[in-house]
């Protein structure tokens, strides 16, 4: 047990990530500057001995009195939607923000944690996508932004390993969902259930064979926990999610059986370099952590939809009087 500092931890997987460490006993220093993160998703750990949360923007210099034994670096925003509208700041927080929590990591003499992303893969020219896979990646398209970033944040997580021995671990998080997600994040899981919800057309981009594999947060929490704690040498990047492949039509069909929506489909152009497929070889995370999902699709996609259902009347709500 130890004091942990997470950036971007009112975010979907940091505020999870916040509750699991309280609840293994950790001290959690949370910070968020909340541009996709919300007050909301850690409201229940403000009372919890240990919690402390601070605003701030990890681009700009960042400082935690006291101890410190994790830095975990989740602050990015992470939805293609965000990429169109606030690139210069996953940019920011991708570079910057890396290299002002690896600075402290290393002022503390505090193992450091990265959380990166499948998309370091790009459009992946094979699959399932091992750790060993360089990628293919537009470092000029829309996308560029998130995966670049990233790719960055990498090579200086591990030159601060190599130049200045710091203990560093990378993992490449492939398609999360659960409850806390956003109800305008954009990404797929959140979009459809909203709008079978709603009685609103289900929008699939293309024609739907695109391909992404979905790991439900629970399991997605257990593994970053295992590999913060874990030995691991060589340090190397670790691949994280739940190897079952579907297609986007696959996943709007699981959400309208689950809900007994009549929702129509509704076709929309493909964004700008979607991948065509996705999908993690976890086996170095099975031999390395143990570690392999458990929660089926419909039991998560259930907990999803039972958490939006809570809170999409009053969203429905606040999207209708801002049309009018
Ligand atoms: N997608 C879709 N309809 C939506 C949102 C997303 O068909 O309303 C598709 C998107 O084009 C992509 C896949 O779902 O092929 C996953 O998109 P998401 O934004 O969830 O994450 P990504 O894996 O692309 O980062």
Redesign the pocket.
């Known amino acids: 047990m130890g004091r942990v500092v997470v950036t971007g931890g009112a975010g979907f997987l940091g505020s999870h990530l916040c509750r699991a460490l309280l609840d293994r006993g950790d001290e959690v220093v949370c910070l968020d500057n909340l541009i996709t993160g919300s007050i909301a998703n850690i409201e229940d750990l403000f009372g919890r001995p240990g919690f402390t949360y601070v605003e701030h923007d990890v681009s700009t210099y960042v400082w935690v009195p006291g101890p410190v034994d994790r830095v975990l670096h989740f602050a990015s925003p992470a939805?293609?939607i965000d990429f169109e509208r606030i690139p210069i700041q996953i940019l920011k927080v991708g570079s910057l923000g890396t290299h002002n929590t690896l600075g402290l990591a290393k002022a503390k003499g505090a193992r450091y944690f990265l959380a990166s992303t499948s998309?370091v893969y790009g459009d992946p020219l094979v699959s399932p996508q091992p750790e060993s896979y360089w990628g293919n990646v537009n470092p000029i398209g829309p996308r560029g932004v998130y995966d670049e970033a990233k790719r960055f944040a990498e090579a200086m997580t591990m030159a601060y390993h190599r130049h200045h021995g710091l203990d560093v671990r990378i993992v490449r998080i492939f398609?999360t969902y659960g409850p806390s997600m956003r109800p305008d994040d954009?990404?797929?899981?959140s979009?459809?259930i909203v709008q079978a919800l709603g009685g609103r057309p289900i929008?699939?981009?293309?024609d739907?064979s695109?391909t992404?594999a979905f790991c439900y947060v629970d399991d997605m929490v257990d593994a970053l926990v295992r590999l913060m704690n874990c030995e691991l040498d060589p340090c190397m990047p670790v691949n994280l999610g739940n190897p079952e492949e579907l297609s986007?039509r696959d996943i709007a069909r699981r959400i309208l059986e689950l809900t007994g929506s009549d929702s129509p489909l509704e076709y929309r152009p493909?964004?700008a370099d979607?991948?065509a497929q996705?999908c993690p070889d976890i086996g170095l995370a099975r031999d390395k952590l143990g570690w392999t999902p458990r929660t089926g699709l419909d039991e998560g996609l259930g907990n999803t939809i039972r958490y939006f259902t809570g809170i999409v009347p009053c969203a429905l709500r606040e999207a209708r009087s801002a049309n009018h």
């Open positions: 939805s293609p998309e398609n954009g990404r797929v899981v979009n459809f929008t699939l981009y293309g739907g695109q992404r986007m493909l964004p979607d991948p996705r």
